[in-house]
C-alpha cells in the first residue's frame, strides 16, 4: 500500500525531531544527524506505507543504524557541537545556564557510544526500554545496564548540578 | 521529559526546520524509488523466466516468453483500461511567442516591431514582412522536450525578379523549412533574406522566442484575431476561427511593417496523472516542461515516443535526474491506441499512477 499524504506527514511530524535530537547526541553534529535523519525518511517514503507505531520503530532502527555507519565512516566520534564550546570561550563573563549546559555537554560527549546511544534513545527520542532494546537489537536488561551506569558517570562528572535533569529519565 | 538544560544542548527542529527537511525527503526518496523500482523489476522479470522456463520444461508450455510478457504485461507495463465518457479535461500550459523583427545596416537597427502570440498547446501564428520589394512569410509553430525547444518554421520569400509591361510581375518564390533547436529561454534569429542584403539594403532579421516566452515587459494591448474579415472569395480560415475559439491572442508594438497571424491546431495528444489516491491531478502535454506529481516529486518531465512496433511509450522521469532515472513508464500498445486510452503503471516507488491519454 502506498503511503498517503497525511500518514506520512503525521509520522515525520512526529519521528522526525526525535530522530533529529537522538542522532545529534549521537553524532555530535546537527547538520550530520539532520543528513541521517533525512535519509532515514526517505527510505521510509520510497517503501510501502506502515502503520504508525511500525513506521516510528522502523525509522528508529534505521536511523540508528545510518548514525552508527556515519560514526564508522569518520573513523571517530565527532567532538559535541564543538562550534558551541568555540563561540563559549568568546564570551567574557558565560551566564550559568550555559555553563550548565556546557558541562553537560562534556558529561555526555564523555559517555561510551554504547551509553551515549541509550541516552539518546531515551532522552531525545522518547523511547521506553523496551522499544531501545528492539531498536538497538540488545537485551532488555543490557539497555537497563548501560542507562544506569549513564547516569551514574554522569551525576559524578556533574557533581550534583543537572541532577534533577538526569533522574528524570 | 527532558530537561531545559537537555533542550538547550539539543534544539527541536523548528517549524521551518521541519518543512525543508521533508522537502529534502520528497526529493532524496526519488532516487530509493528508482532503484527498488529497477530491483522490483529486475526481480518480477527473473520470476517470468522462469515461469516460461519451467512451462517450456513441463511441455505444456506452447507460449513463448513473448506471448506470456504480452499477456501479463511486461514488468511495469500499463493495465489497459477503457477510459470512462466524462473525463476531466485540464487544459495544458500557456504557450507564449515574443516576435522581434527589424532591418540592420551597418550596426543600426531600424523598422523595429515586436509582437507577442498566446494561447494554449496547438498554437501557431503566421509571420508576414517585406523589405523593399521583397516579401516573406513564414509558419511557426513549437515544441517541447525536456529542455529543448523545437521550434518548426516554414518559410517563403517572394521576389520580384522583373517587371516587364504589360505582363505581369515575373516573381521568384523560394521555399524554405526549418527546424531550430533551443534551449528552453533562448531565442532564435531568423534572417528571411540570407545573411547579406543585396547591394546597399539593409538585412532583415526576426528573432523568435517561445514557447515559453516571458511575459511583455510593457503594458501591451492583446487582441483576439479577427475573423469578421477576409476575402470573399478566401472565407476566414478555419485556423483562425480555432485560435478566436480557443482564446489565442496577439499583441504588436513597434513601427516595422510585421504582420501576425494566429492559427490554432489541435495538440496530437494529451495526459492526464493521477497517483493513487492522492489528488488533484495534472495534465501534460507530450515532451512537457517540468511539471508536478503530488506526491511522487514536484519536478518530473514527461517523455512519449513511438517504439519500433508503433507503440506510444511514455516515461515520467525526475527533472533533475537523468533518462535513466525514470519513475514510471508503459507503453500503450499500437492496435489499442484508439480504444484504450487509461493506462495504469506502478511507479517505482510502488505507487499506483493512472495515466489517460485525452484526446484532442
Not at chain 2, 511486461?74 to 523583427?101: C, D, E, K, W
Request: positive net charge; contains cysteine.
Amino acid at each position: 500500500m502506498i503511503w498517503t499524504e497525511e500518514t506520512f506527514q503525521s509520522v515525520f511530524r512526529a519521528a522526525y525531531p526525535r530522530l533529529v535530537r537522538a542522532a545529534q547526541l549521537m553524532l555530535g553534529d546537527r547538520e550530520a544527524a539532520e543528513d541521517v535523519a533525512q535519509e532515514t525518511f526517505a527510505r521510509l517514503l520510497a517503501r510501502d506505507q506502515l502503520v504508525a507505531a511500525d513506521a516510528e520503530r522502523w525509522v528508529f532502527r534505521v536511523g540508528r543504524n545510518l548514525a552508527i555507519s556515519r560514526i564508522r565512516q569518520v573513523k571517530r566520534l565527532l567532538p559535541l557541537s564543538r562550534a558551541a564550546q568555540d563561540e563559549l570561550a568568546t564570551w567574557d563573563v558565560v551566564p550559568d545556564d550555559e555553563r550548565r549546559v556546557e558541562r553537560l555537554r562534556g558529561a555526555v560527549g564523555a559517555l561510551p557510544a554504547r551509553q551515549r546511544e541509550v541516552v539518546a534513545l531515551r532522552i531525545y527520542a522518547e523511547l521506553s526500554y523496551e522499544e531501545i532494546a528492539r531498536t538497538v537489537g540488545r537485551s532488555l536488561g543490557s539497555v537497563k545496564q548501560d542507562l544506569h551506569r549513564a547516569k551514574l558517570a554522569l551525576k559524578a562528572r556533574l557533581n550534583g548540578t543537572n541532577a534533577e535533569s538526569i533522574d528524570a529519565w | 521529559m527532558p530537561g531545559s538544560d537537555w533542550d538547550r544542548m539539543v534544539a527541536a527542529p523548528s517549524e521551518a526546520e521541519l518543512a525543508s527537511a521533508l522537502a529534502e525527503v520528497r526529493v532524496r526518496a526519488i532516487g530509493h524509488s528508482v532503484r527498488q523500482g529497477k530491483r522490483r523489476r529486475l526481480i518480477s522479470g527473473l520470476a517470468l523466466l522462469v515461469v516460461a522456463a519451467a512451462g517450456a520444461y513441463a511441455g505444456r508450455a506452447t507460449v513463448g516468453l513473448g506471448a506470456i510478457a504480452r499477456r501479463a504485461g511486461a514488468p511495469s507495463s500499463p493495465n489497459l483500461l477503457p477510459m470512462p465518457a466524462s473525463s476531466p479535461y485540464v487544459p495544458g500550459p500557456v504557450q507564449r511567442f515574443h516576435i522581434t523583427n527589424w532591418s540592420e545596416l551597418d550596426g543600426v537597427r531600424m523598422n523595429e516591431a515586436e509582437g507577442w502570440v498566446e494561447g494554449p498547446l496547438g498554437t501557431f501564428f503566421t509571420l508576414r514582412g517585406s523589405l523593399g520589394e521583397r516579401s516573406f512569410a513564414g509558419t511557426v509553430s513549437a515544441n517541447t522536450y525536456g529542455d529543448t525547444t523545437v521550434l518548426n518554421v516554414q518559410m517563403y520569400t517572394r521576389s520580384v525578379l522583373d517587371k516587364p509591361r504589360p505582363a505581369a510581375e515575373l516573381i521568384q518564390e523560394v521555399r524554405t523549412g526549418r527546424v531550430v533547436r533551443l534551449v528552453r529561454g533562448q531565442g532564435a534569429v531568423l534572417y528571411p533574406f540570407g545573411l547579406r542584403g543585396q547591394g546597399d539594403e539593409p538585412v532583415s532579421m526576426i528573432r523568435l522566442e517561445g514557447p515559453y516566452a516571458p511575459e511583455p515587459a510593457a503594458s501591451v494591448r492583446w487582441q483576439l484575431p479577427d475573423t469578421s474579415g477576409g476575402r470573399q472569395n478566401s472565407g476566414v480560415s478555419p485556423w483562425l476561427k480555432e485560435a478566436r475559439a480557443h482564446g489565442v491572442r496577439v499583441a504588436r508594438s513597434g513601427f516595422g511593417a510585421l504582420s501576425i497571424t494566429v492559427g490554432y491546431s489541435q495538440p496530437p495528444m494529451r495526459f492526464r496523472f493521477t497517483l493513487g489516491a492522492l489528488s488533484p491531478s495534472v495534465a501534460v502535454v507530450p515532451q512537457s516542461p517540468p511539471f508536478a506529481i503530488p506526491g511522487v516529486s514536484d519536478s518530473v518531465r514527461l517523455w512519449t515516443h513511438r517504439d519500433r512496433f508503433g507503440n506510444l511509450c511514455f516515461q515520467v522521469f525526475p527533472a533533475r535526474g537523468g533518462r535513466n532515472a525514470f519513475l514510471a513508464e508503459g507503453c500503450w500498445p499500437n492496435d489499442a491506441t484508439t480504444g484504450f486510452t487509461r493506462l495504469a503503471v506502478t511507479t517505482a516507488q510502488g505507487q499506483r499512477l493512472t495515466v489517460e491519454a485525452i484526446a484532442p
